[in-house]
């Protein structure tokens, strides 16, 4: 019923920046958070910030003041600014959206997008 859209990713130098995004999409009547994790090879999935709907953000303490988490409401899009990126940073990146479906039930629910790869190397 939902569906998210990475964007974004890719490689980049130490110090370098990416700007991620991620739409959601399909029968929601509201997000009312929108995350995103990133998982490296042989570690568990982290959260890595986090964004509500009203506006509150909390980040990963290793990306604090680096990263930078947004969203346009009105769009269902979430976005993460990441800048003076480092290669513990490589992973592959994941939007997750907790809402409410448009459809007859108002079920909530939880969608992943596809995951988008950063790698940061020289």
């Known amino acids: 019923q939902v569906q998210l859209v990475e964007s974004g990713g890719g490689l980049v130098q130490p110090g370098g920046s990416l700007r991620l995004s991620c739409a959601a999409s399909g029968t929601i009547f509201s997000i009312y958070a929108m995350d995103w994790y990133r998982q490296a090879p042989g570690k568990q999935r982290e959260l890595v910030a986090g964004?509500?709907?009203?506006?509150?953000?909390n980040y990963a303490d290793s990306v604090k003041g680096r990263f930078t988490i947004s969203r346009d409401n009105a769009k269902n899009t979430v976005y993460l600014q990441m800048n003076s990126l480092k290669p513990e940073d490589t992973a592959v990146y994941y939007c997750n959206a907790d809402g409410l479906s448009s459809s007859s039930d108002y079920l909530p629910f939880n969608a992943w997008g596809q995951g988008t790869q950063v790698t940061v190397s020289s």
């Open positions: 964004i509500t709907s009203g506006g509150s953000t």
